[in-house]
């Protein structure tokens, strides 16, 4: 299975911008990169995914390398909330479930 | 607000005790998942169910068991919980199909085996 690798953790300003890479070199043509966070004491909660082109939405913008080997997720104004454990996932095309956890990148936000 | 809950944050039990876990969700979702949390290893897939009475296993689905009899509820069941089952477990229910695969989670269960 392809798996993702990711810095254990990194530290940012409030808000300002922040981008957490993810290396997915082994990824397949039909997977897709998903991207969850996970706040203290909580479960995941879903960010953003995308296949092949960048995306955005009202809480990130998923940037997806050409070759698809790697990404980047962009938080464009970090707050103290933002403060999580983020996890880049690849979900297997042929697979309507199967999600691949990496084991995450603790974002550190300083006020 | 959609609600995926857990029966218990925090639960300890002795080795070779039969262990329940319960989540359920109030969305109206067929697929549910149970997973495992231990640091540096992100989440591993224990087993999941497409629906009602329907279960597959997942990646590491050794010394556990699942349950669905209703829509909502989806049990996790350690037959006889040893020590090396001491994990956050996280249940997770999603709606299926396309390329959206928004899962959404419950908030953990603590669980030691003593």
């Known amino acids: 299975d392809a798996k993702t690798t990711q810095p254990n953790s990194m530290e940012s300003n409030e808000e300002e911008p922040v981008h957490l890479p993810c290396n997915h070199s082994t990824i397949s043509g039909t997977d897709y990169i998903h991207w969850y966070r996970q706040l203290p004491s909580q479960g995941p909660e879903y960010v953003i995914h995308g296949l092949t082109s960048n995306v955005n939405n009202r809480m990130a913008s998923l940037a997806i390398a050409e070759d698809r080997k790697s990404s980047t997720l962009i938080l464009h104004r970090a707050t103290l909330r933002d403060a999580a454990v983020y996890y880049c996932i690849l979900r297997r095309g042929d697979s309507n479930y199967q999600l691949i956890w990496g084991a995450g990148t603790k974002l550190i936000i300083k006020p | 607000d959609v609600k995926v809950t857990q029966s218990s944050r925090y639960l300890v039990k002795r080795t070779g005790e039969k262990v329940f876990l319960e989540c359920v969700q109030d969305m109206d979702h067929e697929n549910m998942f149970w997973y495992r949390q231990d640091p540096g290893l992100g989440l591993r897939l224990i087993y999941f169910s497409y629906d009602v009475k329907m279960k597959e296993k997942g990646d590491i689905p050794e010394g556990y068991s699942v349950s669905r009899e209703k829509k909502e509820r989806f049990s996790l069941i350690l037959e006889s919980a040893s020590t090396n089952q001491t994990s956050m477990y996280l249940c997770?229910?999603?709606?299926?199909?396309?390329?959206?695969?928004?899962?959404?989670f419950g908030p953990g269960t603590r669980l030691t085996v003593l």
């Open positions: 997770a229910s999603r709606t299926p199909g396309g390329d959206y695969n928004e899962q959404f």
